[in-house]
Each structure stands twice: as C-alpha cells, then as structure tokens.
C-alpha cells in the first residue's frame, strides 16, 4: 500500500519518514563531529562536502514529504480515543519538525554558497547561490544552523518518547500506524 489511508501511513510516507529520521541523526552526528576537525584531519575537507550533501538530500526529501502529504486526499486521521490535547500537540510537533527541518537545511544552504558558489549534491546536481553573505550573516547562519539543529534533536527524542508512550503504556496503535502500511481499519 503506497498511498496513506484514513487509518494508517501508506508505505511512501513510512519509508521517506524513516530515512529523513535516519538522515538528521547522520548529520547530527556529522555536524558536531566537523566542529572539532583539525586542518590536518583527514576528513577536515571531506565531511563538509558529504555533509552538505547529506543536507541538501533532507531538504529535498522533507519538500516531497509535504508535497505528497497535501497532494493526498485522505490522510491518517488520529485515534478516535485521542484527547483533543493530544491530537494538537501531535499537528504541532509535525509542523514544528518540519519548519525545523527547512530552516536548518536554508540556514546550511545559506552558509554553504555565501561566497558565491554553488551547493553541491554529491556533485550531480548544484544548488546555485542566490545571495552572498558577509562574515556576519555567515556566523549568524551558523548560530541558527547549530541551535535549530539542536531543537530538531530535542523534539524529534520528544516525538519518538511520545510514539513509544503510545505503544507501551497507552497500548494504542499510534507507533504501529508509522511502521505497518497494511490497512487496519
């Protein structure tokens, strides 16, 4: 089942879920790595590149997420047994992550091709640079890249306790909907 249905996620949106997750711990991880590379280091050049790379694949990802999930007709409605709470809290952290998602993925962008260059994606496609940016505006870019990437951590940990919640102490079928596209009506 590819597409989304009123009770569940179809398998494109579990699969493109479960890969950006997968992509923002990578980079996570990348990002603060890079910061204590020395000049010698021999991944001082390499990370960057791979890492704006890395990047640019989430935004591209996260783009068509939004896309397909408007382009749908039926979403996953929530749980019937769900408070009203729970059910704004859960529309309210989706569009927080992906806000989080797009600012940090512009914010690196905006870093990467402050110079004038262009962003590359592993050297097929290139993202041209649209405004140059002076030392100021570069470390500016850099403070909001680090701490929105730090606030995508802090909710997406949030995300996946509440998913875990769901399942394990609620016994509902909230988790199971982003892992299982079978119908379960």
Do not use: C
Not at 35 to 47: F, H, K, M, T
Not at 70 to 89: F, G, I, K, T
Not at 102 to 116: E, I, R
Not at 136 to 144: F, K, T
Request: proline share 4%; charged share 15%; no cysteine.
């Amino acid at each position: 089942m590819i597409k989304d249905h009123s009770s569940g996620f179809g398998l494109l949106s579990i699969v493109l879920h479960w890969v950006s997750a997968l992509l923002i711990v990578v980079l996570f991880g990348l990002g603060l790595y890079m910061v204590g590379l020395s000049y010698y280091d021999p991944w001082y050049n390499r990370a960057p590149s791979l890492h704006i790379s890395l990047g640019l694949l989430v935004l591209l990802l996260t783009l068509i997420r939004i896309v397909w999930r408007l382009a749908q007709r039926r979403n996953p409605a929530p749980l019937p047994e769900h408070s009203r709470a729970v059910r704004l809290s859960s529309v309210v952290v989706q569009l927080s992550l992906y806000g989080l998602i797009l600012a940090v993925a512009v914010t690196g962008y905006l870093m990467t091709t402050a110079d004038g260059r262009s962003a590359s994606l592993f050297g097929l496609i290139q993202f041209p640079s649209v405004m140059r940016l002076d030392g100021a505006g570069v470390d500016l870019a850099g403070a909001l890249h680090y701490w929105l990437a730090w606030a995508i951590i802090v909710l997406a940990v949030l995300h996946s306790l509440a998913a875990l919640a769901h399942h394990f102490v609620l016994r509902d079928r909230t988790l199971v909907r982003m892992l299982n596209p079978r119908r379960r009506d």
